[in-house]
């Protein structure tokens, strides 16, 4: 194959980065007074913003409340300059309905739902640039988002992306090995219990490697719960010193 | 937040005490911060936060091929985004059009200077606004952050091949773009026709009988002047607006020249 070589001999990345290492993380939480939660998180290149609203009573139709349990309404929006390539439509295409999807179904699993019924809970994301890993970046502040505005969940939500190149599984894939076209697994976990909310793949892999690459991608995500983890402490030690504790 | 009798009572005795319910003064503007050329997948980029208004303009140029009644002009596109996640209430899109008007009226750029070969081709520069967080004010933090990511933007250098007539794109040689103006945009909320405040917050907004906007250039140039209805105002009240938006104007630029002095020296 010519061209980038996404593996060294040397087993470098095109980035400089080991086969198992991931970005640098910089995360922060509660960034905009208006919302009830909010978090900004930099994985590499990536950028995302997430802020939550809630729990508060359902809008628009009332026959959609949930008798026993709480709505969570997720939209996720990537700007326009986010890309190499100028994106024409911020909301309301495929990949972005898609996205919120999965990020619904991902929260539906962790949040505790069933100590607000009848009520909404909005997640709102926001990436403003993207160099690959955008789902995983988008968990990650939503985490953050929902832990801020101080609604219960199981446990944190961790997610990372993974790859297989030359026999090497990769963990956090940047948008140059995610458009090389290799195979490409988002994993979004539970670290404590270690249960997965959501497994996304669609590339076609030998079900021997498979078990590699889910092992790199749920280090990686056992990773990201360390650092966040260090992050939402840091934020709450913060915060009990501006109280005067 | 509903409009109770209480917050307008409350806001109106702390107005009558010449202060603002956030402790500002009547005629200060809240802290400014900005924030010039972090998003590196944008050709120019900037974050502005006023108070706790944040908004992001991000630039990006593209090549169109120029309208047939103007061929020797570039355009430029501006499109302010309030999605949901900036707030819990709906907003309405006239400030998409403000903008534009301001990019006009004031001629920030020289549309001349968009344009690669007349007829043919020229720069289109899309310059998306996204508001982050809402807390009133949002026409002045737009406009600030517009100014300030355009004075951002690197062009590369563009010609056109004469055999292939193919546009050849030069990254290496990359240069800004002339800005002319600096409109800077200077917002008061009227209270009962009387009371008067600069820069208000989302609060205020609600509470406010009528809403104007000021944009200022250089040595006192009026640019553009926005009042949407809403109660009068005597004539010796706008003077003290425009005033006020002078005093403005040479606030904001100094901001923006120590900022980007500051990132010429990184």
């Not at chain 1, 910089?26 to 995302?48: C, H, L, P, W």
């Not at chain 1, 024409?88 to 991902?106: A, F, I, N, V, Y």
């Not at chain 1, 997640?123 to 990650?140: F, H, K, R």
């Not at chain 2, 302010?80 to 707030?87: M, N, Q, R, Y």
Request: proline share 4%; net charge negative; aromatic share 4%.
């Amino acid at each position: 194959m010519a061209g980038l070589e996404l593996l060294s001999d040397q087993g470098y990345r095109v980035d400089g980065r080991r086969a198992g290492e991931l970005r640098k993380i910089q995360a922060r939480m509660g960034v905009f007074a208006q919302a009830d939660g909010s978090a900004y998180i930099e994985q590499g290149n990536t950028k995302a913003l997430a802020v939550v609203y809630g729990p508060h009573e359902i809008r628009g139709s009332r026959s959609r409340a949930l008798p026993d349990r709480a709505l969570v309404n997720c939209q996720y929006s990537s700007a326009t300059f986010s890309t190499g390539e100028r994106k024409r439509r911020p909301h309301g295409d495929r990949k972005s309905c898609e996205m919120g999807l999965q990020l619904r179904q991902t929260f539906e699993a962790a949040i505790l739902t069933q100590l607000h019924p009848r009520s909404q809970i909005d997640i709102y994301v926001q990436v403003l640039q993207a160099d690959g890993g955008t789902y995983a970046a988008c968990v990650n502040a939503a985490t953050l988002a929902v832990l801020d505005a101080g609604i219960p969940m199981r446990d944190f939500v961790c997610a990372c992306s993974a790859g297989f190149v030359d026999g090497t599984a990769l963990a956090d894939l940047s948008h140059v090995e995610e458009a090389a076209g290799g195979p490409q697994l988002a994993l979004a976990l539970l670290p404590a219990s270690g249960q997965i909310a959501l497994l996304e793949m669609d590339a076609r892999l030998h079900e021997d490697h498979l078990e590699w690459v889910l092992e790199a991608a749920a280090q990686a995500a056992r990773d990201v719960h360390t650092l966040l983890d260090r992050v939402v402490r840091q934020h709450v030690h913060e915060a009990s010193i501006l109280l005067g504790d | 937040m509903p409009k109770t009798a209480e917050a307008l009572e409350r806001c109106r005795s702390f107005l009558n005490e010449s202060c603002r319910p956030d402790g500002g003064e009547r005629g200060e503007c809240r802290t400014t911060t900005v924030n010039i050329g972090s998003i590196s997948t944008a050709d120019g980029s900037a974050l502005v936060k006023l108070g706790n208004t944040a908004v992001i303009c991000g630039v990006k140029a593209e090549f169109a091929v120029p309208p047939t009644d103007a061929p020797d002009e570039g355009y430029v596109v501006p499109n302010v985004d309030l999605p949901p996640l900036c707030s819990s209430r709906f907003r309405s899109q006239v400030a998409s059009q403000f903008i534009a008007d301001v990019i006009e009226n004031s001629q920030i750029i020289q549309k001349e200077d968009l344009c690669i070969s007349s007829g043919k081709l020229a720069w289109v520069l899309y310059c998306d606004l996204i508001c982050l967080d809402y807390d009133g004010n949002i026409l002045d933090a737009c406009t600030f952050a517009l100014l300030a990511a355009l004075k951002n933007i690197h062009l590369p250098e563009v010609s056109i091949n004469e055999e292939t007539a193919l546009a050849e794109v030069n990254l290496k040689k990359k240069s800004f773009l002339n800005i002319r103006t600096h409109p800077v945009a200077t917002s008061f909320a009227v209270f009962d026709d009387t009371l008067l405040i600069v820069d208000p917050t989302g609060e205020e907004e609600h509470l406010a009988t009528g809403t104007l906007t000021v944009v200022m250039g250089e040595e006192g140039r009026l640019s553009c002047l926005h009042k949407p209805g809403g109660s009068g105002l005597t004539g010796a009240k706008l003077q003290d607006c425009m005033s006020r938006a002078v005093t403005r104007h040479k606030e904001v630029k100094t901001l923006m020249d120590e900022v980007i002095k500051s990132m010429k020296h990184k």
